[in-house]
């Protein structure tokens, strides 16, 4: 079946640290990769995706790699700001569009 | 653009009452889902519609819950009767089409908390 696993949180870093956020899929086909970012008290925002293997997603400085070879869509960032506290979540969508989302990582950052 | 709007934003029920909830996707998306978010865990489905065809409710508790789009635009959501177990936020969510590639955008969501 089609499911997502994602590292567990709570991640807390320190402002202008270096983030990384697992994310391992199991599909069947060829999924896209999404990654939503939730702000307290907000609804689910897409941060970026991917369609194909090797695309790379990127948005406000976040980056993620299809990488069809581990099964892998773990996001980074090179400096994170306290504006970046909020819930990640990775999700796969198969062709029938039946997303399927991690557990959620809950990132603090600290001034 | 005008996003998903949703209400209501907070409801509380006693269990065993009844509570619907209201979605307004995007204009023109034709792909309607619901999906129900435990505290500390991501989203599930529970239904897609395309226009005003369900699609996929495989993961509805067919028993006490029921959704509706008719016309092809707004849906509801109701649960009848609630349990403690419901609690929980409901996001809508809609895309233009149902296709791995199309974005889901989802509204702020229904926190429904059953007491």
């Known amino acids: 079946g089609n499911s997502v696993t994602q590292m567990e949180g709570p991640v807390t870093l320190s402002e202008e640290a270096f983030l990384t956020i697992n994310c391992t899929y199991t599909?069947?086909?060829?999924?896209?990769l999404f990654w939503y970012v939730q702000y307290p008290g907000e609804g689910l925002q897409l941060l970026l995706k991917?369609?194909?293997?090797?695309d790379k997603g990127s948005n406000k400085g976040f980056e993620a790699t299809y990488r069809k070879e581990t099964t892998s869509f773990h996001l980074e960032k090179g400096s994170v700001q306290v504006s970046d506290s909020a819930v990640y979540f990775c999700?796969?969508?198969?062709?029938?569009?039946?997303?399927?989302f991690g557990a959620g990582t809950r990132l603090t950052v600290k001034p | 653009e005008a996003g998903v709007a949703q209400s209501p934003r907070y409801k509380i029920i006693e269990k065993r009452q009844s509570v619907a909830f209201w979605c307004n996707p995007i204009?023109?998306?034709?792909?309607l889902y619901w999906y129900q978010q435990i505290l500390g865990q991501g989203p599930k489905l529970l239904i897609q519609?395309?226009?005003?065809?369900?699609?996929?409710d495989s993961q509805l508790p067919k028993d006490r819950f029921s959704a509706e789009r008719l016309k092809g635009v707004d849906s509801t959501l109701k649960i009848q009767p609630a349990k403690l177990e419901d609690s929980a936020v409901y996001l809508c969510?809609?895309?233009?089409?149902?296709?791995?590639?199309?974005?889901?955008?989802f509204g702020p969501g229904t926190r429904l908390t059953v007491l």
């Open positions: 519609f395309q226009n005003n065809g369900v699609v996929d």
């Open positions: 991917a369609t194909k293997a090797d």
């Open positions: 969510a809609s895309s233009l089409a149902r296709g791995r590639t199309d974005t889901q955008y």
């Open positions: 999700a796969l969508s198969p062709p029938n569009n039946d997303m399927r």
């Open positions: 204009s023109g998306h034709a792909t």
């Open positions: 599909a069947t086909g060829y999924p896209s």
